[in-house]
Structures are given as C-alpha cells and as structure tokens.
C-alpha cells in the first residue's frame, strides 16, 4: 500500500512539472493555443501606448473614442492603469510580454493557497495538481504569452476568495479589519481588470452580510464598494454603455437586441468544464432525467421551449464564424448540415442544463453565480470560450459550493482531459491561423 501512495505520488509530480515545463516552453515558441493572441496583442500594446504616454485622466478620456487606432478593448482599463503605475517593463515588448507571463504564474500559485484553506484534508500534492490545471489552459496561456488582459481579473478572484475566507474563518479583530479591507480592495478590482467578473463582490458582500459578523464591518464594506464604484461608474458614464464604444457597437449591445441561443452555448462551454470533475461522483446524477421529481419537470419544460427555440426559430447562418465554445466547433467539423448540427447541439444543451441544475441546486450562491454568466451573455455577442477558462475551473473550487472525488485517478483522468483539449486547441487554431489574417 505504501509503494502504491508512493508511485502515485510521483506520478503526479511527474504531471506537475510537465505542466510548469509546458507553461515555460509554450512562452519560448510564442504559442497562441487560443487564436487570438497575436492579433489581441496588437490591441493591447496600442492601448498600452496610449496610456503610457498621456497623463491618467487624458488616457481615461481617449478610452471613449470611436477610433480603434487610439484605444480598443472590452474591459475596464483597469489592467493598463496598473501597467503605467507599477510595471517597468512596459517599453520593450519581449519585456513586457514576459513580466505579464511571471506575473500570471501568480494565478496558480495562489489558486493553490486557496485550494489550501478549502480543503485542509486534502493532501497537499492533489491539490497541486489541480492548480496545475490552469497551466494547462490554452486561454490562461495565450494571455499570459501574449500580455494580454485576462489573467488580472482571475488573480484578483482568487485573491478576493483568499480574504472572504481568511476573514470569515478568525475572530481575531485586528486580522477582522485587516481581511476586510483587503477583500473590499480585491474584489473591486475584479471589475477594475473585467467588468463579468462583477459578480464577485456581490456573492462577497451577500456572504458578508448574511454572516454574524458585526454590523460596523458589514457598513465598512458598503463603504468600500461605494468608493470603489465611483471610478467605474465614471467611465460608464464617458462610455454610454458598459463598455468601450468601439466594442459596444461592435458586440451589438443594446437593451432591444438579445441572443437568446448564447443561454445554450454558455452552458455548454460551462457543461465542458465541469464533465471532468463530476463524472468520478456519477451517483450525485442518478435522478437526473427523472420526470417525477417536480423540480425536474419544471426544468424539463423550461429547457424544452429553449430547444424549440433553437431548433426552429434560430438561423445558424446568423452566428459569426468564431466563437460559441468547442462543442460548437465539433459539430461544425462533423456536420456541414446546419440541421444535423442543431440536433447534435441541442442533445448537448439538454445535457448540459440537467448537469448543472442538479450540480447546482438548493444553494443560492451557485444559482447567482452562474445564472449571472448565462444570461449576461444575451446582451453581447460574440460569446467566446476564452470568457470562460480557465475561470470556471476556478469559481467551482472556490465560490461554487458542490462536491468533488479527490482519488489520484480521478484527477488524474482531469488532467488528461484538459491536457488533450490543449493539444486539441493548438492543433485547431494552427490550421486555421494558416488561412486567418486574425491570428
């Protein structure tokens, strides 16, 4: 039994320094396993430019131009702030790339101290190996590589979980004081780095208020966010919309326009993510199609007039030609017709939201969290997979409250499949960018 634990041990060392030597050697050969690496730098080394070389106020003002040659992006420039503020390494772009692929090896590291304070009976290398599992993102990575803008917002995530449980778990009032403030800090610059991320500190505050702590922490925190909104709702207000305007036109965002069919791909993309992690628990699912429970029926007819919907009144001819998730990409690689392709992407629908109705059920925080990712994205298109990873690998061992099987094989089968989604993702976007002037 001891040489068992042993070679099992190694085994997944073996699987951690495979992920970090991949990590280091994709950042060599400038791999772009998302697509859009290269191009989305382009962007951000323009827009980091700009603010480099005005004052902050002129920089936040140019923010609001039609004019994609002096700023275009879809998120707060919170991240550009911090570049012109903190990072010396912005003159260089073989330096700055690099600073901003260090700096993201900060999301795993500290991924893993959460992992740490969630699950205390967990042995330590298990979970290392599961903040391991970032290294294996083909988005993580090739924003990482590619200085892009993503990683920010996940490490302010993490972080802001960090603190809510450090100060939910002491009764010490100085620490109190001090976690609070850090979690008020940190979950504000998850919307400062991207503005999806503003679930955070509400699920924060919700749980803040919701605990017996006393009430002055809970209006201090009241206070911090309302501080902290001022800035953001300043930009709101230079935008006229959530967004840059640029991106706002761009994404067709209006209060009179909705992409109902996003509701079907974000669960999908959301579905993809959590497979791995729940089928080693496969008795959590054994009344999954069961019509005679009520919830499940109530369900079953809601998700059915979504698939009508999608069936017979959705014209995939409309959707854009990136985007949607990987089961929308498969069923375009195996089916060239649409008709074929709507059935085979609405068996993955159905699928998809009977697998996280009964992951999620009976706790409120699962429901906000992930109805506020599915149906924020009706509102903007296109909906792109990068959104989502490796963000939800993250959210359900932090936020999310649901249960895992932390046996080796079962993270180990984990590992593999995300390992193989990488090797899929680059294999996919080489051939394409052979042929894209977007790569």
């Given at each position: 039994?001891?040489?068992?634990?042993?070679?099992?041990?190694?085994?997944?060392?073996?699987?951690?320094?495979?992920?970090?030597?991949?990590?280091?050697?994709?950042?060599?050969?400038?791999?772009?396993?998302?697509?859009?690496?290269?191009?989305?730098?382009?962007?951000?080394?323009?827009?980091?430019?700009?603010?480099?070389?005005?004052?902050?106020?002129?920089?936040?003002?140019?923010?609001?131009?039609?004019?994609?040659?002096?700023?275009?992006?879809?998120?707060?420039?919170?991240?550009?702030?911090?570049?012109?503020l903190f990072n010396p390494f912005t003159e260089n772009i073989f330096q700055f790339k690099l600073s901003v692929t260090l700096l993201s090896l900060l999301v795993p590291i500290f991924?893993?101290?959460?992992?740490?304070?969630?699950?205390?009976?967990?042995?330590?290398?298990?979970?290392?190996?599961?903040?391991?599992?970032?290294?294996?993102?083909?988005?993580?990575?090739?924003?990482?590589?590619?200085?892009?803008?993503?990683?920010?917002?996940?490490?302010?995530?993490?972080?802001?979980?960090?603190?809510?449980?450090?100060?939910?778990?002491?009764?010490?009032?100085?620490?109190?004081?001090?976690?609070?403030?850090?979690?008020?800090?940190?979950?504000?610059?998850?919307?400062?780095?991207?503005?999806?991320?503003?679930?955070?500190?509400?699920?924060?505050?919700?749980?803040?208020?919701?605990?017996?702590?006393?009430?002055?922490?809970?209006?201090?925190?009241?206070?911090?966010?309302?501080?902290m909104s001022f800035p953001i709702l300043y930009l709101f207000n230079l935008w006229g919309s959530i967004l840059p305007p640029i991106d706002a036109s761009g994404r067709g965002m209006?209060?009179?326009?909705?992409?109902?069919?996003?509701?079907?791909?974000?669960?999908?993309?959301?579905?993809?993510?959590?497979?791995?992690?729940?089928?080693?628990?496969?008795?959590?699912?054994?009344?999954?199609?069961?019509?005679?429970?009520?919830?499940?029926?109530?369900?079953?007819?809601?998700?059915?007039?979504?698939?009508?919907?999608?069936?017979?009144?959705?014209?995939?001819?409309?959707?854009?030609?990136?985007?949607?998730?990987?089961?929308?990409?498969?069923?375009?690689?195996?089916?060239?017709?649409?008709?074929?392709?709507?059935?085979?992407?609405?068996?993955?629908?159905?699928?998809?939201?009977?697998?996280?109705?009964?992951?999620?059920?009976?706790?409120?925080?699962?429901?906000?969290?992930?109805?506020?990712?599915?149906?924020?994205?009706?509102?903007?298109?296109?909906?792109?997979?990068?959104?989502?990873?490796?963000?939800?690998?993250?959210?359900?061992?932090?936020?999310?409250?649901?249960?895992?099987?932390?046996?080796?094989?079962?993270?180990?089968?984990?590992?593999?499949?995300?390992?193989?989604?990488?090797?899929?993702?680059?294999?996919?976007?080489?051939?394409?960018?052979?042929?894209?002037?977007?790569?």
């Amino acid at each position: 039994m001891r040489g068992e634990i042993f070679n099992k041990n190694n085994l997944l060392v073996l699987l951690i320094l495979i992920s970090i030597f991949s990590f280091f050697f994709g950042f060599y050969f400038e791999e772009n396993s998302a697509g859009g690496g290269k191009a989305d730098f382009n962007n951000t080394w323009r827009n980091l430019q700009m603010f480099e070389s005005n004052d902050l106020f002129t920089a936040l003002s140019l923010t609001a131009s039609n004019d994609s040659n002096v700023f275009q992006s879809s998120r707060i420039p919170g991240v550009y702030i911090f570049h012109k503020l903190f990072n010396p390494f912005t003159e260089n772009i073989f330096q700055f790339k690099l600073s901003v692929t260090l700096l993201s090896l900060l999301v795993p590291i500290f991924f893993y101290k959460a992992l740490t304070l969630r699950f205390q009976k967990v042995e330590k290398i298990n979970l290392a190996l599961i903040s391991c599992l970032l290294l294996l993102s083909p988005y993580f990575r090739t924003s990482a590589f590619w200085g892009n803008e993503e990683n920010f917002g996940l490490l302010s995530l993490i972080l802001s979980y960090i603190f809510l449980k450090k100060y939910l778990s002491t009764n010490e009032r100085n620490f109190e004081i001090s976690y609070l403030i850090f979690l008020g800090f940190f979950s504000s610059l998850c919307v400062y780095f991207d503005q999806k991320l503003a679930f955070i500190p509400i699920v924060c505050l919700l749980m803040i208020l919701k605990s017996q702590k006393e009430s002055f922490d809970k209006i201090i925190l009241i206070i911090i966010y309302t501080i902290m909104s001022f800035p953001i709702l300043y930009l709101f207000n230079l935008w006229g919309s959530i967004l840059p305007p640029i991106d706002a036109s761009g994404r067709g965002m209006s209060l009179y326009s909705y992409n109902f069919q996003h509701i079907g791909y974000v669960s999908s993309i959301i579905f993809f993510y959590l497979l791995p992690f729940f089928l080693s628990d496969i008795s959590q699912f054994k009344n999954l199609f069961d019509i005679k429970i009520k919830s499940n029926r109530l369900f079953f007819l809601t998700s059915f007039i979504f698939i009508l919907y999608f069936l017979f009144f959705h014209d995939l001819n409309k959707e854009l030609s990136f985007g949607n998730g990987v089961f929308f990409k498969l069923s375009s690689i195996f089916f060239t017709n649409q008709i074929y392709q709507k059935i085979l992407l609405s068996l993955i629908f159905i699928i998809s939201f009977f697998v996280l109705f009964n992951i999620l059920k009976k706790d409120f925080y699962n429901y906000f969290i992930f109805i506020f990712l599915v149906f924020a994205s009706i509102i903007y298109k296109p909906v792109l997979q990068e959104y989502f990873d490796p963000l939800i690998i993250i959210l359900i061992f932090t936020f999310v409250l649901t249960r895992f099987s932390f046996k080796s094989s079962s993270l180990i089968i984990s590992y593999f499949y995300f390992l193989s989604f990488l090797i899929f993702s680059n294999f996919y976007y080489y051939k394409l960018c052979l042929t894209s002037p977007f790569c």
